[in-house]
C-alpha cells in the first residue's frame, strides 16, 4: 500500500474526528447556554408577574412596584441578549454541521473497507473544505449587521 497515501488518510481521519469533537461540544455548549438564558427570562418573567400582583397591599406596594421595574428591566436586558446572542441559531448551526461532517466520517469509513485512491482521498477532502466554507458562510449571514 502506498505509504503517502496511508499518512494522508490518518491525517484526514484525524482532522475529521477532531472537528466532529469540536462541533460536538461548541453544539452542547450553544444548547447548555440558550436553555439557562431561556430559563432565566421565565423565572425573571415571573418575578415581574409576582411584583405586580401582589402590589396590591398598600402597606408593601411601592416597594413591589420598584421590584417590578427593576425586574422588567432586567428581563428586557435578557430579552436583548437572548435576540442579539441567538444561542438558538448557533446551537442549529453547529448541529447542522456536525450532521454532515458524521456523513461525511461514515463514508470515509466506507471507503476505507474498500480499496481507496487518492481521487477517492481528494474528494473527500474537498466535501470537507465545502463543509466547512458552507459552516462558515452560515455564521457570517447570521452576524447582526448595522444599516448604512
Known amino acids: 500500500m502506498d505509504t503517502e497515501l496511508q499518512i494522508k488518510k490518518d491525517l484526514f481521519e484525524k482532522e475529521l474526528n477532531k472537528l466532529i469533537e469540536d462541533f460536538s461540544q461548541k453544539k452542547k455548549d450553544y444548547y447548555s447556554k ?3 438564558l431561556s430559563w ?6 415571573a418575578c415581574v408577574s409576582f411584583s405586580l400582583g401582589i402590589s396590591f397591599i398598600e402597606k408593601i406596594a411601592i416597594q ?30 453547529r448541529t447542522k454541521t456536525l450532521v454532515r461532517l458524521l456523513s461525511l466520517r461514515r463514508e470515509y469509513r466506507i471507503l476505507i473497507g474498500n480499496e481507496m485512491r487518492k481521487e ?8 470537507l473544505e465545502a463543509i466547512m466554507q458552507d459552516d462558515l458562510s452560515q455564521w457570517l449571514d447570521d452576524i447582526p449587521k448595522e444599516d448604512n
Open 34 to 36: 440558550y436553555i439557562k
Open 40 to 45: 432565566t427570562i421565565v423565572i425573571v418573567n
Open 64 to 93: 413591589f412596584k420598584v421590584i417590578a421595574l427593576i425586574f422588567s428591566s432586567v428581563l428586557l436586558i435578557l430579552n436583548g441578549a437572548m435576540n442579539f446572542l441567538n444561542y438558538k441559531n448557533m446551537y442549529e448551526q
Open 120 to 127: 477517492d482521498l481528494q474528494e473527500l477532502y474537498r466535501k
